[in-house]
């Protein structure tokens, strides 16, 4: 049995025991990092700042980022270290955006329905995820 599995999939023991290396880590780590650096005061921040106007700037912040991809790469120019600040500005951006979008809910229905909004916006983020 095993060795007709061997036979169908060659090389599936080097995927399965396969180690990713930092080099590869390092651009998801750099946008992750920016919810722990940048998490609690961006909150504090946001309170104080026109909502809708902080998501507009965070996607379009995220838009320039992305956008530079494929421009250093036509450039010739692309590098890992561009991937990582890429990564980490999409990252600070996300955090800014997210923390907007959940601070909006309560402006936009009554005090009673936000519970109800919120678990209706969660659903909707979760769903969109999927697919």
Not at 22 to 43: D, K, S
Not at 61 to 80: E, F, N
Request: proline share 5%; net charge neutral; hydrophobic share 55%.
């Amino acid at each position: 049995m095993i060795d007709t599995c061997q036979s169908l999939l060659p090389g599936w023991q080097d995927a399965v025991t396969a180690r990713p290396s930092a080099e590869h880590t390092g651009g998801p780590a750099a946008g992750l990092a920016a919810f722990l650096v940048v998490g609690l005061p961006a909150g504090a921040w946001v309170d104080r700042w026109l909502k809708r106007r902080t998501m507009i700037t965070a996607d379009l912040a995220r838009m320039a980022a992305m956008a530079a991809v494929p421009l250093l790469w036509w450039a010739g120019d692309l590098q890992i270290w561009h991937l990582y600040m890429i990564s980490a500005v999409v990252g600070v951006a996300t955090v800014f955006f997210d923390v907007s979008y959940q601070s909006f809910v309560p402006l936009l229905v009554a005090p009673g329905k936000v519970g109800e909004a919120n678990s209706k916006l969660e659903v909707t983020a979760q769903l969109a995820r999927i697919g």
